[in-house]
């Protein structure tokens, strides 16, 4: 399939910056009527590709005339911005939905709006119709970009508006952003995802791999940069396929090189990458570049070539470790992360073993550990042999005290080391303390103040707590 900025896309946008004039007409009527500026919520469950769609929502937000609040109590309009990866991101949803009505019956001008992965789901949606119909607006992943008009056919009306759509080819990106960050941003390179694992959902409501025109892509980045970004990164379900299906196929590696010459840009990261399409010019383009973080992001998910083979993966255990054995010697100093499922149907305590033999081999800097979730409608679910709880809780167990004990390991390799760290945030618990980030992704926490924010500094890494360090700035 064929994409480019349309004549279609860029007429989309100027069709909603209509509708936003056309909401901000009842957001100042709103206002009038409360005597104050209305108040909106964005709430972000799930990955970065969520994260980043919240910042268009709230850019559309602020743009018709409210201010944002991080609290869903003094809030007027709330959004949530559903995840389905996982069950407990759904739980964790409806749980918090039932809060919401208590605070809408207090408040008799809240408006309460559901969108995100979650809203994909056929089965979800008849459950929010039936028992939590105080709900004002639901749209899905592939119609955000006309979140100015639903808004609009909200204020219109009384009754719940529900508009899913199963697709979109749209690609509308020129429309107001509120990011939540001066210095850096994540930018869509591309959407969806055609790999199919067996056990998720992604698939299926984020629909088909869609790739943006590079161009556009460099463009946006340009234009962050004029705005102060020093760090991008870019976004896909598997970045390592982007391109391929672009009129002019280009590959990631080769888009990286163009990000590389966009001057003032100081930090490129990306998420995430497939095992199986991580190529050799992607190692060459890391290992030569200057702004590219020396961290990977390289889910393995298991160690078990039968389990693998049953995620639908396809690479063995043998084929990971040598593409990680490649991007060790080419890249000493990278950071390597993983993602990994415990449960998956049919896995033994042998076959966590594999996993866990994995780890120990690679020495992974961090890994997110995942209990498997069962997905309606993956074909995962539809297998035979769940695992029993207890079998899937000893295998976690075990699996997380080697990932700690490993993650420790490696970073207490730092030690004394005087790094480049991103100045991100003040440090939560300590106001006198900035929060940094390594390149390869590890925090630092360092005396200095907020005048600092954005700025690249060089750190003593003096003191290793674990995961992270706490250090003094050297000039
Ligand atoms: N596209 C990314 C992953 C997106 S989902 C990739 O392929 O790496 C993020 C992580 O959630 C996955 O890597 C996987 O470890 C986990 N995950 C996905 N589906 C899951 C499920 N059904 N149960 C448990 N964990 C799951
Ligand atoms: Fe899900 Fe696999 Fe696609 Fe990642 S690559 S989003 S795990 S189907
Ligand atoms: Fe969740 Fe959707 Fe991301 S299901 S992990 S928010 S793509």
């Excluded at 078990?304 to 080419?330: F, G, H, P, W």
């Excluded at 390594?438 to 954005?454: E, I, K, R, T």
Aim: glycine content about 6%; aromatic content about 8%; some cysteine.
């Amino acid at each position: 399939m064929t994409r480019y900025t349309s004549t279609d896309d860029v007429q989309e946008e100027n069709l909603q910056r209509e509708y936003m004039e056309k909401a901000a007409v009842y957001v100042s009527a709103l206002k009038e009527e409360l005597g104050r500026t209305p108040r909106g919520c964005v709430v972000t469950f799930g990955c970065q590709m969520n994260a980043r769609d919240s910042e268009k929502l709230s850019g559309i937000l602020i743009k018709i005339g409210y201010e944002l609040t991080e609290s869903e109590e003094e809030a007027d309009l709330v959004l949530y911005n559903t995840c389905t990866v996982r069950d407990n991101a759904n739980q964790r949803v409806y749980g918090r939905l039932g809060y919401l009505n208590s605070l809408k019956k207090k408040n008799p001008h809240m408006r309460i709006l559901l969108c995100g992965c979650m809203m994909q789901e056929p089965a979800v949606i008849e459950k929010i119709r039936k028992s939590y119909r105080f709900v004002d607006l639901i749209f899905g992943t592939h119609n955000i970009f006309k979140f100015a008009q639903l808004l609009v056919t909200m204020y219109e009306n009384q009754e719940m508006i529900v508009d899913i759509w199963q697709e979109t080819d749209q690609i509308v990106e020129q429309l107001p952003v509120n990011r939540k960050y001066s210095y850096k941003s994540g930018i869509n390179i591309m959407f969806g995802c055609n790999n199919f694992c067996s056990y998720c959902i992604v698939p299926y409501v984020r629909g088909r791999e869609r790739s943006r025109d590079p161009k556009e892509i460099l463009r946006e980045i340009e234009r962050l940069v004029e705005d102060g970004v020093v760090e991008i990164m870019l976004l896909g379900q598997n970045v390592n396929s982007y391109g391929k299906n672009l009129e002019h196929p280009i590959t990631f590696a080769a888009l990286l090189r163009e990000v590389e010459k966009i001057e003032g840009l100081k930090r490129i990261r990306f998420m995430t990458s497939h095992p199986k399409d991580l190529s050799d010019e992607l190692i060459e383009v890391m290992r030569d570049s200057k702004k590219i973080c020396r961290h990977l992001h390289l889910p393995v998910q298991a160690g078990s070539d039968r389990i693998l083979k049953a995620m639908n993966r396809r690479y063995t255990k043998e084929q990971y470790l040598a593409l990680v054995e490649k991007i060790r010697t080419a890249i000493p100093d990278i950071a390597i992360t993983t993602d990994i499922i415990v449960g998956f149907p049919g896995e033994t305590l042998a076959d966590v073993e594999e996993t866990i033999d994995v780890v120990r081999k690679v020495q992974y800097d961090n890994a997110f550990t995942f209990i498997y979730s069962k997905r309606t409608g993956t074909p995962a679910a539809a297998m035979e042999e769940q695992v029993p709880e207890a079998v899937v809780r000893e295998g976690f167990d075990k699996l997380l005290k080697v990932v700690q004990d490993t993650a420790r390991e490696r970073a207490a390799l730092l030690q004394g080391k005087v790094m480049e760290a991103l100045v991100e945030e003040v440090n939560e618990q300590d106001a006198s303390l900035m929060t940094g980030r390594l390149s390869n992704n590890m925090l630092v926490h360092f005396p200095a103040d907020v005048s600092m924010l954005g700025r690249l500094v060089r750190v003593s890494l003096d003191t290793c707590h674990g995961f992270y360090y706490t250090g003094h700035i050297v000039d």
